[in-house]
């Protein structure tokens, strides 16, 4: 037979502690947008410009995980989907709440960032290099010190001159204590400390990190290429949405203009279209027949000069070189070019 020791809380809950679980449980049934921020190595003075920038828009919470999940537990009876936060309570968080844009909140979170320095141990997030020149430096404990990291170094001028650049750190490297020492004399700052949006609750939606940071430009650019798209699509397939409506008449009627005009079927738009199509045929003939009429009629001669000019021009390289053998086919382009003309006249 087994027994399981169960605890019992014998002193009463602070009222501070029931105070802020009641606040932050009327706060997640009450906002529609909740962001769940890491506060992770972020400062006092990065926590009150936080505040002060969402300041009528929204309201930061602090609260311990175990109140937290405490008032996520109550509220979760009316708003089922707040029980997706409980899963990320994993290190120190704060709770944004507000009904404004919380994709503009988010990007307010994003921007306070505050540059530090790395420490011996940590791992470094980007490469650190070094950049040659003058240090600002007179020979003396810190050139020791610059040359036990490795920088090639040189005094020149009476001060310490980094000769080339030189990766101090690559990215994901452990930071030596040289190395560490160096960034501090040289006053370089490779890390970004601040706030990080993990997710956001958005009308009941779970709502990721890199969708809420994403440039405002690039969704609109996104819906740009949607809507061009879905116009597209509309035309190619007819359908007879009020957006394209004027361009499937355009290009209905540009479709039956074409048949008609194949098919010389005669309409007051499609006149001008065929006359001219006549006048090619007929200038084509023409070049044909030039050789065999005697004389040209007046009316051809007013209505098509191009061919006259081309009967008055000196034969090109080209039709010499063809001269031969239009001779061999003279006499068998004599018949069809009779019928021709019996169809012209």
């Known amino acids: 037979m087994s027994y399981a020791l169960i605890y019992k809380r014998k002193k009463p809950y602070p009222e501070t502690k029931i105070s802020k679980v009641q606040e932050l449980s009327k706060l997640l049934k009450t906002y529609r947008n909740i962001l769940l921020i890491s506060i992770r ?3 006092a ?4 410009e936080l505040r002060a920038k969402i300041w009528g828009k929204g309201v930061c919470k602090v609260v311990k995980n175990t109140l937290a999940r405490i008032a996520i537990d109550n509220a979760s009876k009316e708003r089922k989907e707040l029980s997706i936060l409980r899963d990320h309570l994993t290190d120190m968080h704060a709770f944004v709440f507000t009904n404004q844009d919380p994709f503009e909140i988010a990007q307010i979170v ?9 420490k011996p141990g940590k791992i470094a997030p980007i490469d650190v290099v070094i950049q040659k020149g003058f240090t600002g430096f007179k020979p003396g404990p810190e050139l020791s010190e610059i040359r036990m990291a490795g920088i090639p170094v040189r005094i020149l001028d009476g001060e310490v001159f980094i000769t080339e650049n030189y990766t101090l750190v690559r990215a994901g490297q452990v930071v030596s204590p040289y190395a560490a020492r160096v960034m501090a004399l040289l006053d370089i700052k490779p890390l970004k400390i601040g706030p990080k949006v993990i997710l956001g609750l958005i009308d009941n939606t779970i709502v990721r990190a ?4 994403r440039p405002l430009e690039e969704y609109f650019k996104d819906i740009q290429v949607a809507v061009n798209e879905g116009r597209t699509l509309a035309i190619e397939a007819k359908i ?5 409506t004027e361009d499937l008449i355009s290009v209905a009627t540009k479709e039956a203009l074409n048949l008609a005009t194949e098919i010389a079927f005669i309409l ?6 065929l006359i001219g ?6 200038i084509s003939l023409l070049n044909v027949v030039k050789d065999y009429l005697p004389v040209i009629p007046e009316e051809l001669k007013a209505l098509i000069p191009t061919a006259l000019e081309s009967k008055s021009m000196p034969p090109t390289k080209e039709e010499n070189i063809g001269e031969e053998k239009k001779e061999e086919k003279k006499e068998k382009k004599e018949e069809e070019t009779l019928a021709g003309l019996s169809l012209l006249f």
């Open 268 to 273: 007051p738009e499609t006149i001008p279209e």
């Open 210 to 213: 890199e969708i809420l940071l």
């Open 45 to 48: 003075n990065q926590m009150k």
């Open 110 to 118: 994003d921007s306070i960032k505050e540059a530090r320095l790395l």
């Open 240 to 244: 007879p949405v009020p957006e394209v």
């Open 277 to 282: 199509l006549a006048l090619i045929e007929i």
């Open 41 to 43: 190595d972020v400062s």
